[in-house]
């Protein structure tokens, strides 16, 4: 066999936006692995909310430029933390990650800040030419027109580990060749629960997710598979693709994170372990594929299964891929409304089956516009939180 050729030496200078989250850490910690590579990469900009230890720490490590923060009372506190061994500039709010999204000296720009705020810095990212590297799906969900008005050919590399696998799937591919494209589901903890014990389930059950460990917010979402109903309006968006081209199956190992079926009736798979730092690595690294140290999957252990998301057990994932479908502003209506009946049934306010309640009611009240502004759509997305927080939790029951 012909010896692998050395894979190239990588330059690349970022602004971690979300930094101090889940995606964004894991994000430096690949950082640190490719350095410790030989590679050249370096922290330009970190953007952050209220987590200022961890803040301090990667600053005091990474030395970025500039920092970002959420809320200017923060700012002494952030500095007595850095204390002597960080001394660049700080800036406030959406101001902040604006001028962390733009920096001039950032090539590539990871945006894994979560919910609608990750919206503005993706379009100022992309109207001044940067490379984005997005975990944050709702800059594609609330707002895919906006985006798609303003990318350039790959100016957009997905984080998101099915996007990332459709995307490395699809990457050599014609769109004349492509037939449909899968994503797959874990199906979250109640797969197989029997329907009439629904009304039953605890938030304790629900943050139980099989196979990834994510925040609270995703995983409740990865259990009513709403998360999965965004990451169809991210394909959409992402991929070019008419909603009727995507599809999702369940798919309880979660090995197979996506399919692409050809019009000659071949489906292409890409499959590893579960591990957001191979698609954090493929987007920092990417068009150079290098190796890592994520552990290998075992083929022979494998055993792979799929099955169609039910309406019965799923009504949620359905009610939000139709928003998807409807278009304008009702994706960002979905979005805000299932985050807020998220938080009423982590605060145990309402039932599980309340959150499919609820958005099919928020929903059902919004008068959409078609084509909206930013503007339009941060005013749905207000209007759908305030809606959200006022039905009353027996009428969800
Ligand atoms: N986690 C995963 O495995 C995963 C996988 C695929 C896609 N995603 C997507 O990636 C995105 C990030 O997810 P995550 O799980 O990493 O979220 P997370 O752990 O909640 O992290 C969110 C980040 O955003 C920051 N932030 C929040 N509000 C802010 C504000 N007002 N100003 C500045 N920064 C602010 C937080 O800062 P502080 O913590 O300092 O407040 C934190 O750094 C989401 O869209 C999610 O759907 C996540």
């Known amino acids: 066999m012909a010896s692998m050729p050395p894979s190239p030496l990588i330059r690349k200078r970022l602004a971690i936006l979300g930094s101090t989250g889940s995606v964004g850490s894991q994000t430096l910690a690949v950082v640190e692995a490719l350095t410790r590579a030989g590679h050249a990469f370096s922290v330009v900009a970190l953007a952050a909310g209220k987590n200022l230890e961890l803040l301090a720490a990667q600053a005091q490590r990474f030395q970025p430029k500039l920092i970002a923060i959420e809320r200017a009372k923060d700012l002494s506190k952030l500095r007595r933390l850095v204390g002597t061994f960080w001394s660049g500039e700080i ?28 919206l503005i810095p993706t379009l100022e990212a992309l109207k001044a030419k940067k490379i984005v590297a997005l975990a944050n799906k709702e800059s594609l969900v609330i707002g895919g027109h906006l985006v798609h008005g303003v990318q350039s050919k790959r100016s957009l590399i997905p984080i998101d580990s099915e996007h990332s696998a459709l995307f490395q799937l699809m990457h050599s591919l014609h769109p004349s060749e492509i037939e449909r494209i899968i994503l797959t589901a874990s199906g979250g903890p109640f797969r197989t629960r029997p329907l009439d014990s629904f009304a039953q389930i605890t938030v304790a059950e629900a943050l139980q997710h099989p196979t990834w460990q994510m925040g609270k917010r995703i995983t409740i979402d990865s259990a009513t598979l709403v998360n999965k109903a965004f990451e169809v309006i991210e394909a959409h968006w992402l991929f070019d693709l008419p ?29 590893s372990t579960t591990d957001m730092k191979l698609p954090i690595q493929y987007a920092l690294t990417y068009p150079e594929r290098v190796p890592s140290s994520v552990a290998r999957l075992d083929l022979v252990k494998q055993k792979l299964e799929f099955a169609p998301v039910g309406r019965e057990r799923y009504p949620a994932f359905w009610l939000v891929c139709e928003a998807g479908q409807r278009g304008g502003t009702f994706p960002a209506v979905a979005n805000a409304a299932d985050e807020v009946f998220v938080q009423r049934f982590l605060k145990n306010e309402i039932p599980f089956v309340g959150i499919a309640r609820g958005i099919e009611r928020v929903l059902a009240e919004h008068e959409g516009v078609p084509t909206p502004a930013l503007e339009e759509i941060l005013e749905a997305d ?16």
């Not at 800036?91 to 990750?118: K, Q, S, Y």
């Not at 909603?243 to 890409?270: M, N, R």
């Open 243 to 271: 909603y009727e081209k995507i599809s999702v199956l369940i798919h309880p190992q979660s090995v197979v994170h996506g399919l692409v079926e050809l019009t000659d009736g071949s489906i292409l798979a890409h499959l």
């Open 382 to 397: 207000r209007w759908a939180r305030q809606r959200a927080s006022e039905f009353p939790p027996n009428s969800l029951s």
């Open 91 to 118: 800036v406030v709010g959406e101001e902040g990650l604006i001028a962390a999204a733009t920096h001039p000296d950032a090539d590539l720009i990871v945006n894994a800040l979560v919910g609608a705020l990750g």
